[in-house]
């Protein structure tokens, strides 16, 4: 059984390849006919995929998978309609491959400039969600990647009809069926052989629980843009306008609560504690917002908040608890960040200039903010038109990737018969 | 005593990780200062450093090292020069650090750039020349990153003295003498260990032969910053004029041989081969260059050429022989040059401007060239200032890779009490 997955894994990858090097040559109109005509593959196979939909579902319920698993592996009508509104707003993006930057003479006479290209292949492990098949499809045509898709097993049916239909409408336009592809083993040796295939794969991007995507960093031979713990921090500086500062506390930790870009622990300077924790602590306590709080914090807002641990300051709760942290100012705050944080994003709510021009330069992180919520961080609000994840790496891409991530640069040379003195 | 290896990695790691925080936060006249003091320092050493290269020059003489990997050991008083002339040039350069690009307001209200970082930690692996000790350091520093450098053996003395004249001119301005650390055992698990620690560790440069690139990559689990073959081709497109092409492949080939960026194989359209071949022949002629042919060749420039077999389509020469094939077009030049070329450099010549900007996006290597030779992809021709190495990967940095390729960008969000709705 190993070795026929090993075989099967290797022609998919060479498929993939292969697939890879017309895509990289197709045309934004080829490529957005190509998304046009797999809406209307998808479009007419709206039956056959719900049905197939219905089976996962039965069979997940068989196989008593909680709750929450089956909520995300549902595909109702009206998510089927958003997921087919995602695909036009995929086609409606700018191409990225093909534009060229910083063409500049240089002084031998040539002209040196960077042209962006797609990485090749994109190999997608994700958990669940069947919308995510399609989201993963439709970003790696559109950078003209070709990309290897790993469902979970729970979602195999539907992730085999969305693909059936995604193949369809490739063939429509004459593009390789293969430039998508779905892994139809749920093997997990499958898993193994797609992240150490350098030869047929550029890139992973992993999606899902925090366990696997630490297994396949640990094991992949490529490149993996992943996405960690996201411990993020609001500063409360002395100089700090409450009337900012109040609002963003609250949104930052309640506007959502399982959320990567939510923030985990607040820290305030001693200098304006007294004055702003009660202050914000009624606001969470309208929200049932449990507090576990430094000594400072306890002194300042009662013994019934719960003491903070060690362990409190590296937590990502994901949920209604929140860490309060009173510190001696800018310093011991950047420390505490850095230390304990997982570079993620981190916010400072303050007035004073050079203390905000520090803290953007001074802070490790993927996003750095000054007087703005954490939940600001995601690649909608910054305007990239489409997510393929969140980075916490610093290598290739960091913070919120758009289409941008599936792209590399190459160098491109114009002359006019320069040789080299 | 792999225990203890263990251990002292460990150490090295962890001291850079700190020194590196505090580098990431030097503003660019700290670093400069260090680097003028590093400067003083090694004109003071200059006569400690040479006698610890006699050492070396003694002992791999002993060990009956080949004259050309001694030739590259030995450090002369011009070398020496040299080596401090580059410390002026890194001085020179503009300091990445801290820019900010693309600004731009969102509907939110928030303004959202990117600020460029340091890495943090960079793991340099490399052989014999010790010059390479002082401009790994000198780029390291003047980006912001801690470095560790792990030499080869037959330099360890060489390499000790200069990182003592390095730390003494860190220390001088008050910077961590552990920004720089040589490590000081020639103990084979400390590259193993170098390059799997992902906590200290932030990327990985290796410089040397195939070989150990290769088994780099393998067993890493940071990111490398990697070079390997330079397979580079020139096609002369049947529209090419030979008043370029002539001295284009001729100094492609000759200019240098043991260089990546040397042609390797030369590629001719089959409409210009029976006119180009024969007048290209005698310039190699004159040169000594060795050519092997296909078929084609043979037949137009006779058959004392020496037939091409499949395996020198692959082959990076180094040296002064070429592969010569006669294609019959566009299509056929790009399909050989994806197979088999390494996709470093290529280039076409032609006059042909549709023929051109087809290759250029059709081409899969880090730097596509019209009308230039292949020995322009280089980090100075191409005004990078300095060169950190030249990358085969796509992922990161890609090609030609100067000081940028040692930092990151982070995203920055202003705002004035902007809340997620």
Redesign the interface.
């Known amino acids: 059984m190993q070795d026929s997955i090993e075989q099967y894994m290797q022609t998919v990858g060479q498929q993939a390849r292969q697939a890879s090097?017309i895509l990289?040559?197709a045309s934004t109109i080829v490529k957005n006919n190509a998304l046009s005509a797999i809406y209307t593959a998808l479009k007419n196979s709206e039956p056959k995929i719900l049905a197939a939909n219905q089976i996962d579902m039965t069979q997940g319920r068989d196989h008593n998978l909680d709750s929450a698993l089956l909520d995300r592996l549902e595909l109702t009508p009206t998510r089927f309609k958003d997921m087919l509104h995602g695909l036009k707003d995929v086609m409606n993006l700018l191409d990225p491959i093909?534009e060229i930057t910083d063409l500049?003479y240089?002084p031998?006479g040539?002209q040196?400039g960077k042209?962006r290209?797609p990485?090749?292949v994109v190999g997608m492990i994700y958990e669940s969600r069947p919308n995510v098949t399609l989201e993963a499809a439709s970003l790696a045509l559109k950078s003209g990647n070709a990309i290897i898709l790993r469902g979970g097993s729970e979602a195999l049916h539907s992730n085999q009809a969305i693909a059936e239909a995604i193949q369809h409408g490739l063939k429509t336009v004459g593009l390789p069926e293969t430039c998508v592809q779905v892994i139809n083993t749920t093997d997990r040796a499958a898993v193994g052989q797609l992240i150490t295939m350098p030869e047929y794969v550029?890139?992973i991007v992993p999606r899902g629980g925090k366990g696997l995507i630490e297994r396949i960093t640990?094991e992949a031979?490529i490149?993996v843009i992943k996405h960690l713990d996201g411990n993020c921090h609001v500063f409360v500086e002395a100089h700090a306008?409450l009337?900012?500062a109040l609002?963003?506390a609250?949104?930052?930790k309640t506007?959502r609560y399982g959320v990567c870009n939510a923030m985990e622990t607040l820290l305030v300077d001693e200098k304006v504690a007294e004055e702003f924790l009660p202050r914000i602590a009624e606001l969470y306590a309208e929200k049932q917002v449990e507090l576990r709080g430094c000594l400072a914090t306890q002194r300042i807002l009662g013994a019934t908040i719960k003491p903070a641990s060690e362990e409190d300051w590296y937590e990502e709760y994901l949920g209604p608890i929140l860490a309060v942290k009173v510190v001696s100012g800018m310093e011991e705050a950047i420390q505490h960040i850095?230390k304990y944080g997982s570079h993620h994003t981190d916010?400072i709510i303050t007035e004073n200039f050079s203390l905000a021009r520090q803290f953007?330069?001074?802070v490790?992180?993927?996003?750095?903010?000054?007087?703005?919520?954490t939940?600001?961080?995601d690649g909608f609000?910054?305007?990239l038109g489409a997510e393929i994840g969140i980075s916490t790496d610093?290598?290739?891409a960091?913070?919120?990737v758009g289409l941008e991530g599936l792209t590399?640069?190459?160098?491109?040379?114009?002359?006019?018969?320069?040789?080299?003195q």
Chains 1, 2 share one sequence.
């Open positions: 090097s990289a040559a093909g500049a240089r031998s040539i040196i042209m290209v990485l090749g550029d890139v640990r031979t490149p306008d009337h900012k609002p963003i609250l949104n930052a506007h850095n916010a953007l330069a001074r490790d992180s993927s996003s750095v903010m000054v007087n703005a919520s939940r600001f961080a609000e910054y305007g610093k290598i290739h960091r913070g919120p590399s640069q190459k160098w491109i040379v114009l002359g006019d018969g320069q040789i080299r």
